[in-house]
Nanobody, 119 residues
């Protein structure tokens, strides 16, 4: 199965920046979507940003203009550049890999990385 390893979380002041990275290994299909989700205490997990293997991006309205998702298909990595961070961005961020091949859905999650925005 696919393994996802995240890095880059931490504590940052409001208005600051962080960059999250996720490296995928294992049986990677060439056509897939990778993305970042987050879950704050007491809330449901939500999509932050996603990017397909051909570079089509989508973002949650709450992060548009502040976050940028990118990927390197040769290295099977996906990154999330987070700027102008707000306290409400505080959450555990999870990397996700999803592929739909021959009628079967392959969906995997990373272990999560904590992002805390606080002064």
């Amino acid at each position: 199965q696919v393994q996802l390893v995240e890095s880059g979380g931490g504590l940052v002041q409001p208005g600051g920046s962080l960059r999250l990275s996720c490296a995928a290994s294992g049986p990677i299909f060439s056509t897939n979507t990778m993305g970042w989700y987050r879950q704050a205490p007491g809330k449901e997990r939500e999509l932050v940003a996603g990017i397909t293997s051909v570079g089509i991006r989508n973002y949650a309205d709450s992060v548009k203009g502040r976050f940028t998702i990118s990927r390197d298909n040769a290295k099977n990595t996906v990154n999330l550049q987070m700027n102008s961070l707000k306290p409400e961005d505080t959450a555990v961020y999870y990397c996700n890999y999803n592929a739909y091949v021959l009628g079967r859905n392959y969906n995997y999650w990373g272990q999560g990385t904590q992002v805390t925005v606080s002064s």
